[in-house]
T-cell receptor, first 113, second 114 residues
Framework: AQKVTQAQTEISVVEKEDVTLDCVYE???????LFWYKQPPSGELVFLIR??????QNEISGRYSWNFQKSTSSFNFTITASQVVDSAVYFC??????????FGQGTELSVKP | ETGVTQTPRHLVMGMTNKKSLKCEQH?????MYWYKQSAKKPLELMFV???????ENNSVPSRFSPECPNSSHLFLHLHTLQPEDSALYLC?????????????FGPGTRLTVT
């Protein structure tokens, strides 16, 4: 069965600190996709990144970076120099070949000024 | 309008009422989805539509009735709901219901059943 675990329920940091959100996935598929979404207080889920299982190259987009490691079944997300606007709930997800998107429980990030 | 829109944004209804949630996507996508997000729970997929045809019903109670008249519009008809149905209902769309395409979400409808 496919499963995504985000063990950190809540994280609180002070502005300008770096923060890493953990994501561990379980799947029996050889081909799969992993996602991260951001859900600000407005409620809308904002797509951040998609990574397929054959591409383990880490990705950086501005202050955001993602570390995909198949050996540990992890797809962690790091925000560098966090800002108050980064405060949101972040969801990690996996997408199997059947097309079903499975979400983790979410990590609520609070960045304080 | 751009992206995925949902109306109403907030809805309060009694257990005997009938109401409908509306979703519209302006992205030219062919697949649309309904998700339920309850407090302290992961998002749960409810329904999937591809080219107006329902391709997945994730064991959703019959008091939730989806309708997809075309690829751009999706409705969720609600009747005789229970208080535990109070949640954020999110609509999403994607180019196709496969793993190759990311889903784009609307802002959601916050539903409270009294």
């Amino acid at each position: 069965a496919q499963k995504v675990t985000q063990a950190q329920t809540e994280i609180s940091v002070v502005e300008k600190e770096d923060v890493t959100l953990d994501c561990v996935y379980e799947t029996r598929d050889t081909t799969y996709y992993l996602f991260w979404y951001k859900q600000p207080p407005s409620g809308e889920l904002v797509f951040l990144i998609r990574r397929n299982s054959f591409d383990e190259q880490n990705e950086i987009s501005g202050r955001y970076s993602w570390n995909f490691q198949k050996s540990t079944s992890s797809f962690n997300f790091t925000i560098t120099a966090s800002q108050v606007v980064d405060s949101a709930v972040y969801f990690c997800g996996s997408y199997n070949q059947g097309g079903k998107l499975i979400f983790g429980q979410g990590t609520e990030l609070s960045v304080k000024p | 309008e751009t992206g995925v829109t949902q109306t109403p944004r907030h809805l309060v209804m009694g257990m005997t009422n009938k109401k409908s949630l509306k979703c519209e996507q302006h992205l030219g996508h062919n697949a649309m989805y309904w998700y339920k997000q309850s407090a302290k729970k992961p998002l749960e997929l409810m329904f999937v539509y591809n080219f107006k045809e329902q391709t997945e019903n994730n064991s959703v109670p019959s008091r939730f009735s989806p309708e997809c008249p075309n690829s751009s519009h999706l409705f969720l008809h609600l009747h005789t709901l229970q208080p535990e149905d109070s949640a954020l209902y999110l609509c999403a769309s994607s180019q196709a219901p496969t793993d190759s395409y990311e889903q784009y979400f609307g802002p959601g409808t916050r539903l409270t059943v009294t």
